[in-house]
Protein backbone atom coordinates (compact mmCIF):
# COMPACT_ATOMS: atom_id res chain seq x y z
CA UNK A 1 0.00 0.00 0.00
CA UNK A 2 1.32 3.30 -0.90
CA UNK A 3 1.77 6.24 1.26
CA UNK A 4 -1.56 8.72 1.14
CA UNK A 5 0.22 11.72 -1.02
CA UNK A 6 0.70 15.01 0.68
CA UNK A 7 2.65 18.29 0.09
CA UNK A 8 6.42 18.16 2.02
CA UNK A 9 6.16 21.06 3.46
CA UNK A 10 3.69 24.00 4.07
CA UNK A 11 4.28 27.55 5.23
CA UNK A 12 2.45 30.75 6.58
CA UNK A 13 2.73 34.13 8.62
CA UNK A 14 1.53 33.98 12.02
CA UNK A 15 -2.81 34.19 11.45
CA UNK A 16 -2.93 33.28 8.16
CA UNK A 17 -4.62 29.68 7.43
CA UNK A 18 -3.02 27.33 5.72
CA UNK A 19 -4.52 24.17 4.21
CA UNK A 20 -2.42 20.71 3.69
CA UNK A 21 -4.06 18.54 1.28
CA UNK A 22 -3.97 14.32 1.28
CA UNK A 23 -4.99 12.39 -2.04
CA UNK A 24 -5.37 8.61 -1.49
CA UNK A 25 -7.70 6.29 -3.74
CA UNK A 26 -11.09 5.59 -3.45
CA UNK A 27 -9.92 2.40 -1.91
CA UNK A 28 -9.10 4.49 1.07
CA UNK A 29 -9.63 8.19 1.09
CA UNK A 30 -12.41 7.83 -1.35
CA UNK A 31 -13.47 4.73 0.54
CA UNK A 32 -14.86 6.27 3.66
CA UNK A 33 -15.10 8.66 6.57
CA UNK A 34 -12.15 7.45 8.42
CA UNK A 35 -9.84 9.90 7.29
CA UNK A 36 -7.61 11.41 10.89
CA UNK A 37 -4.74 14.02 10.86
CA UNK A 38 -2.04 13.72 13.41
CA UNK A 39 0.86 16.58 14.53
CA UNK A 40 3.92 15.21 15.04
CA UNK A 41 6.55 17.81 17.02
CA UNK A 42 10.46 16.79 16.55
CA UNK A 43 11.12 14.02 18.58
CA UNK A 44 7.74 13.78 20.28
CA UNK A 45 5.17 11.19 19.59
CA UNK A 46 2.17 11.73 17.41
CA UNK A 47 -0.70 13.55 18.48
CA UNK A 48 -4.11 13.15 17.78
CA UNK A 49 -5.98 15.99 15.98
CA UNK A 50 -8.87 15.05 13.50
CA UNK A 51 -10.64 11.78 13.06
CA UNK A 52 -13.84 10.85 10.61
CA UNK A 53 -12.53 13.67 8.31
CA UNK A 54 -13.73 16.75 10.17
CA UNK A 55 -14.42 15.74 13.99
CA UNK A 56 -11.69 17.41 16.66
CA UNK A 57 -11.11 15.01 20.17
CA UNK A 58 -11.35 17.16 23.02
CA UNK A 59 -8.84 19.28 23.76
CA UNK A 60 -7.54 19.95 20.13
CA UNK A 61 -8.25 23.76 19.10
CA UNK A 62 -11.36 24.46 16.89
CA UNK A 63 -8.49 26.39 14.45
CA UNK A 64 -8.21 23.20 13.24
CA UNK A 65 -10.66 22.11 10.76
CA UNK A 66 -10.88 18.64 8.34
CA UNK A 67 -12.37 18.23 5.23
CA UNK A 68 -12.91 15.52 2.17
CA UNK A 69 -13.85 15.57 -1.21
CA UNK A 70 -13.38 12.69 -3.18
CA UNK A 71 -10.09 11.28 -2.89
CA UNK A 72 -8.71 14.25 -1.37
CA UNK A 73 -9.13 15.16 2.47
CA UNK A 74 -7.29 18.31 3.42
CA UNK A 75 -6.56 19.93 6.94
CA UNK A 76 -7.07 23.53 7.38
CA UNK A 77 -4.83 25.49 10.43
CA UNK A 78 -6.76 28.88 11.12
CA UNK A 79 -4.25 31.67 12.55
CA UNK A 80 -1.61 29.88 12.23
CA UNK A 81 0.69 30.32 15.42
CA UNK A 82 4.06 29.51 16.24
CA UNK A 83 3.28 26.32 18.15
CA UNK A 84 1.86 25.16 15.38
CA UNK A 85 5.27 24.45 13.83
CA UNK A 86 5.87 20.44 13.20
CA UNK A 87 5.01 17.68 10.53
CA UNK A 88 1.51 16.46 9.91
CA UNK A 89 -0.08 13.40 8.43
CA UNK A 90 -2.76 12.22 7.24
CA UNK A 91 -4.31 8.42 7.75
CA UNK A 92 -7.38 6.39 5.84
CA UNK A 93 -8.46 2.81 6.64
CA UNK A 94 -8.45 1.11 3.72
CA UNK A 95 -10.58 -1.09 1.87
CA UNK A 96 -8.53 -4.68 2.87
CA UNK A 97 -8.67 -3.52 6.83
CA UNK A 98 -5.69 -2.32 6.91
CA UNK A 99 -4.79 1.49 7.74
CA UNK A 100 -2.13 3.64 5.16
CA UNK A 101 -0.70 7.21 6.36
CA UNK A 102 0.22 10.12 4.50
CA UNK A 103 3.63 10.92 3.34
CA UNK A 104 4.16 14.02 6.31
CA UNK A 105 4.05 17.52 5.52
CA UNK A 106 6.65 19.91 7.27
CA UNK A 107 4.34 23.18 8.31
CA UNK A 108 6.74 26.15 8.66
CA UNK A 109 5.47 29.25 10.57
CA UNK A 110 7.36 32.52 9.08
CA UNK B 1 -3.94 9.25 32.64
CA UNK B 2 -3.41 6.74 29.88
CA UNK B 3 0.04 5.74 29.50
CA UNK B 4 1.55 3.66 27.11
CA UNK B 5 5.51 2.67 27.30
CA UNK B 6 7.08 0.18 24.54
CA UNK B 7 10.60 -1.27 25.57
CA UNK B 8 12.66 -3.80 23.65
CA UNK B 9 14.01 -2.26 20.66
CA UNK B 10 17.67 -2.27 20.02
CA UNK B 11 20.56 -2.75 17.81
CA UNK B 12 20.11 -6.55 15.85
CA UNK B 13 22.06 -8.07 12.83
CA UNK B 14 20.24 -8.57 9.54
CA UNK B 15 18.34 -11.64 9.60
CA UNK B 16 17.75 -11.23 14.18
CA UNK B 17 14.69 -10.99 16.02
CA UNK B 18 13.72 -8.60 18.56
CA UNK B 19 10.43 -8.84 20.79
CA UNK B 20 9.15 -5.54 21.48
CA UNK B 21 6.32 -4.58 24.13
CA UNK B 22 4.01 -1.96 25.04
CA UNK B 23 3.03 -2.17 28.84
CA UNK B 24 -0.60 -0.38 29.05
CA UNK B 25 -2.27 1.77 32.19
CA UNK B 26 -4.84 4.57 33.10
CA UNK B 27 -7.30 2.52 31.03
CA UNK B 28 -9.34 -0.67 30.65
CA UNK B 29 -6.81 -2.55 27.87
CA UNK B 30 -8.53 -5.36 27.05
CA UNK B 31 -11.61 -3.03 25.74
CA UNK B 32 -9.49 -1.61 23.01
CA UNK B 33 -7.42 -2.71 19.71
CA UNK B 34 -4.56 -1.96 19.89
CA UNK B 35 -1.97 -1.07 16.62
CA UNK B 36 1.97 -0.84 16.06
CA UNK B 37 3.43 2.24 13.86
CA UNK B 38 6.99 2.78 12.99
CA UNK B 39 8.73 5.71 11.80
CA UNK B 40 12.42 5.28 10.18
CA UNK B 41 14.90 7.97 10.91
CA UNK B 42 13.79 11.33 9.46
CA UNK B 43 10.65 9.77 7.27
CA UNK B 44 6.98 9.42 7.75
CA UNK B 45 4.46 7.34 9.83
CA UNK B 46 3.81 3.60 8.46
CA UNK B 47 0.80 1.53 10.11
CA UNK B 48 2.35 -2.00 10.54
CA UNK B 49 -0.08 -3.84 12.45
CA UNK B 50 -3.32 -4.29 14.35
CA UNK B 51 -4.74 -6.96 17.35
CA UNK B 52 -8.55 -6.77 18.23
CA UNK B 53 -9.27 -6.84 21.76
CA UNK B 54 -8.89 -10.36 22.61
CA UNK B 55 -6.40 -11.41 20.33
CA UNK B 56 -8.10 -13.54 18.08
CA UNK B 57 -8.04 -10.99 15.08
CA UNK B 58 -4.79 -10.03 13.65
CA UNK B 59 -3.76 -7.79 10.85
CA UNK B 60 -0.08 -6.78 8.87
CA UNK B 61 1.39 -4.40 6.41
CA UNK B 62 2.18 -6.28 3.57
CA UNK B 63 5.67 -5.17 4.10
CA UNK B 64 5.62 -7.61 7.44
CA UNK B 65 3.75 -10.04 6.74
CA UNK B 66 5.02 -13.48 7.32
CA UNK B 67 7.75 -12.23 9.80
CA UNK B 68 5.64 -10.05 12.29
CA UNK B 69 3.52 -10.95 14.73
CA UNK B 70 1.40 -9.21 17.19
CA UNK B 71 0.38 -10.45 20.60
CA UNK B 72 -1.44 -9.14 23.50
CA UNK B 73 -1.48 -10.47 27.07
CA UNK B 74 -4.79 -8.44 28.60
CA UNK B 75 -4.22 -10.47 31.93
CA UNK B 76 -0.32 -8.00 31.89
CA UNK B 77 -1.86 -5.07 29.89
CA UNK B 78 1.24 -5.35 27.24
CA UNK B 79 1.21 -5.41 23.85
CA UNK B 80 3.25 -7.19 22.14
CA UNK B 81 5.29 -7.24 18.49
CA UNK B 82 7.85 -10.32 17.26
CA UNK B 83 9.86 -8.87 14.97
CA UNK B 84 11.87 -11.88 12.85
CA UNK B 85 14.06 -11.86 10.02
CA UNK B 86 14.59 -8.11 10.36
CA UNK B 87 16.23 -6.01 7.70
CA UNK B 88 17.97 -2.80 7.44
CA UNK B 89 14.74 -1.18 6.07
CA UNK B 90 12.74 -2.28 8.99
CA UNK B 91 15.49 0.43 11.09
CA UNK B 92 12.60 2.58 12.84
CA UNK B 93 10.87 3.88 16.06
CA UNK B 94 8.30 1.69 16.83
CA UNK B 95 5.19 3.41 18.28
CA UNK B 96 2.19 1.48 19.76
CA UNK B 97 -1.08 3.32 19.75
CA UNK B 98 -4.68 2.98 21.01
CA UNK B 99 -7.52 2.96 18.68
CA UNK B 100 -10.84 2.86 20.22
CA UNK B 101 -12.72 3.39 17.43
CA UNK B 102 -12.17 2.84 13.54
CA UNK B 103 -8.93 5.48 12.45
CA UNK B 104 -8.72 7.16 15.78
CA UNK B 105 -5.14 6.32 17.06
CA UNK B 106 -5.86 8.64 20.17
CA UNK B 107 -2.94 7.81 22.25
CA UNK B 108 0.86 6.67 21.64
CA UNK B 109 4.00 5.96 23.34
CA UNK B 110 7.09 7.23 23.23
CA UNK B 111 8.19 4.38 20.86
CA UNK B 112 11.28 2.08 20.93
CA UNK B 113 13.81 2.39 18.54
CA UNK B 114 15.09 -0.73 16.49
CA UNK B 115 18.38 -0.76 14.70
CA UNK B 116 18.88 -3.79 12.25
CA UNK B 117 22.75 -3.25 10.94
CA UNK B 118 25.70 -5.50 11.00
Known amino acids: QSALTQPASVSGSPGQSITISCTGT?????????VSWYQQHPGKAPKFMIY???KRPSGVSNRFSGSKSGNTASLTIAGLQAEDEADYYC??????????FGSGTKVTVL | EVQLVESGGGLVQPGGSLRLSCAAS????????MHWVRQAPGKGLVWVSR????????FYADSVKGRFTISRDNAKNTLYLQVNSLRAEDTAVYYC???????????WGQGTLVTVSS
Open chain 1, 91 to 100: CSYTSISTYV
Open chain 2, 26 to 33: GFTFSSYW
Open chain 1, 52 to 54: DVS
Open chain 2, 97 to 107: ARVPNIGQFDY
Open chain 1, 26 to 34: SSDVGGNNY
Open chain 2, 51 to 58: INTDGSRT
